[in-house]
């Protein structure tokens, strides 16, 4: 199996490539040229060698564009996957564990005829609106992804809070629901981690071939902060019931499910990379990479 570092040169503070052109001698290796740029050089580096293995030195969304080359090649049982986190969030990273070599469900999504992939969380509602704020504050010296979400969530907070969404969930048993109701945020996730490591999933596993869905009602900003330490350490979810505990009940619903999908949007957060979107669609494909760390 050939070996190719995909090197994206925007993500984090400084471009990795300085730090290891020197290591890379004699090593194959692709520099990405912009937004859309490693899907489309992993996609048509897979149709003719699906047998490669990635190492992939960005964030959150880097990762995604190349799982997206991969597997819209038809080349996610042949592939492998390394991650060096170059990134701001690298939260994916997280879940990983040194020597381990295992495969990975993804998300599935659908926002218009476009249907793409994921491998981490898609949020919408507060949380994008957090990403799209954290911009503004992610380059700035000695601000680290957490310091920038957290600057996010200020910013978002001095502005209206909640939307009204219309949502479709299939249960496990194949039986559906709908609901209609004002929330903050909502979330489907595979991994478990998002913001710099908020720990938005703290039950979710990588590899049960289910969706784990967080819907949060609207509440004041007074409570908003009064909870927000305990959802930063996945304190809102008891491990063994995997439900709320009793200080988040009637505030957040959280269930595994094989599918949802929201409309009333006004953006949406893939990996990280926010996108305008007023639905969205999200499936999983069980089984779907292999990562090795």
């Keep these: 199996m050939n ?99 295992r495969r990975f469900d993804a998300l599935k999504y659908r926002i218009g005829e476009s249907i793409k992939y994921a491998v981490n969380i898609i949020n919408t509602g507060f949380d994008s609106t957090v990403v799209e704020k954290m911009q503004n504050y992610k380059r700035l010296p000695l601000v680290t992804g957490s310091m920038a979400y957290i600057f996010g969530v200020g910013d978002t907070l001095l502005h209206k809070m909640g939307e009204r969404w219309k949502l479709k969930i299939t249960e496990p048993d194949g039986s559906k629901t709908e609901e209609e109701d004002e929330y903050l945020l909502a979330l489907a996730a595979n991994g478990r981690y998002y913001g710099g490591g908020f720990m938005a999933a703290p039950v979710a596993e990588t590899d049960d071939g289910l969706l784990d869905i967080l819907l949060a009602k609207k509440v004041s900003r007074m409570r908003f902060l009064s909870l927000v330490a305990e959802y930063r350490k996945g304190k809102h979810i008891d491990p063994e019931s995997k439900k709320p505990v009793k200080k988040f009940e009637g505030l957040l619903d959280y269930r595994r499910c094989v599918k949802i999908s929201i409309e009333g949007l006004r953006s949406v957060c893939v990996d990280g990379e926010v996108m305008p979107a007023e639905s969205i669609e999200v499936g999983v494909v069980p089984d779907a990479v292999t990562v090795q760390s």
């Design 3 to 101: 070996r190719l570092h995909i090197i994206n040169p925007a993500a984090g503070k400084r471009n990795p490539f300085d730090l290891i052109k020197e290591k890379l001698k004699g090593e194959e290796y692709y520099i990405t040229q912009g937004v859309g740029d490693a899907e489309r050089f992993v996609r048509e580096h897979c149709t003719g060698q699906p047998e490669t293995h990635f190492i992939v030195y960005g964030g959150d969304g880097t990762l995604c564009e190349v799982v997206n080359g991969i597997l819209s090649a038809g080349a996610g049982g042949e592939a492998v996957l390394s991650v060096v986190p170059t990134g701001t969030g690298n939260d994916f990273h997280r879940l990983l564990r040194r020597g381990e070599r």
